[in-house]
T-cell receptor
Framework: KQEVTQIPAALSVPEGENLVLNCSFT??????LQWFRQDPGKGLTSLLL?????REQTSGRLNASLDKSSGRSTLYIAASQPGDSATYLC??????????FGQGTILTVHP | EAQVTQNPRYLITVTGKKLTVTCSQN?????MSWYRQDPGLGLRQIYY???????DKGDVPEGYKVSRKEKRNFPLILESPSPNQTSLYFC??????????????FGQGTRLTVV
């Protein structure tokens, strides 16, 4: 059974810092890995999708990497801003397309 | 604009009163699913559909029904809601399931309170 873990559970940083969020998964036979952002009580916004054959994907200040063999993905946020404050979730598709999510990392960026 | 639309966004209801949460996507996606999100339990899949007239149970299907009569719509039905169904619900869609370049899109969520 696929299990997804995110570390840390919460992170508080001053504005301008570069930061790394971690996601690990137990079964390396994945099709892809997706990173989402969720604002409090709101929907999930897709940030990046990394296919199983890719090593990384970039979108603006975000860079996500994937190491299937070690069961890890990282989300790198450069020059963090208060508007980046949110919960970040990683997810991998498992049987019949169900997404298995990590518990999320709550990020707070202080002005 | 490509999107998944859920309605209503917020709903307070009483125990036992049937309700339907609608979900519609405009991307011609084959795969649609419903999740609920609860503190400490994360996101759990309720039901999914791989195409029109094809639905199946997810991890927590008890107390819910779904239908997929049209490709774009996937309503979630609570025949007799109970307080333990108070949750934040999300509808999701993707072009197909278990494909490397298939991205999942989520609706804005429905906050349901059953009293």
């Amino acid at each position: 059974k696929q299990e997804v873990t995110q570390i840390p559970a919460a992170l508080s940083v001053p504005e301008g810092e570069n930061l790394v969020l971690n996601c690990s998964f137990t079964d390396s036979a994945i099709y892809n890995l997706q990173w989402f952002r969720q604002d409090p009580g709101k929907g999930l916004t897709s940030l990046l999708l990394i296919q199983s054959s890719q090593r990384e994907q970039t979108s603006g200040r975000l860079n996500a990497s994937l190491d299937k063999s070690s069961g890890r993905s990282t989300l790198y946020i450069a020059a963090s801003q208060p508007g980046d404050s949110a919960t970040y979730l990683c997810a991998v598709p498992t049987s019949y397309g169900k997404l298995t999510f990590g518990q999320g990392t709550i990020l707070t960026v202080h002005p | 604009e490509a999107q998944v639309t859920q309605n209503p966004r917020y709903l307070i209801t009483v125990t036992g009163k049937k309700l339907t949460v609608t979900c519609s996507q405009n991307m011609n996606h084959e795969y649609m699913s419903w999740y609920r999100q609860d503190p400490g339990l994360g996101l759990r899949q309720i039901y999914y559909s791989m195409n029109v007239e094809v639905t199946d149970k997810g991890d927590v299907p008890e107390g819910y029904k779904v239908s997929r009569k049209e490709k774009r719509n996937f309503p979630l039905i609570l025949e007799s809601p109970s307080p333990n169904q108070t949750s934040l619900y999300f509808c999701a869609s993707s072009l197909r399931h278990l494909n490397p370049n298939t991205e999942a899109f989520f609706g804005q969520g429905t906050r349901l309170t059953v009293v």
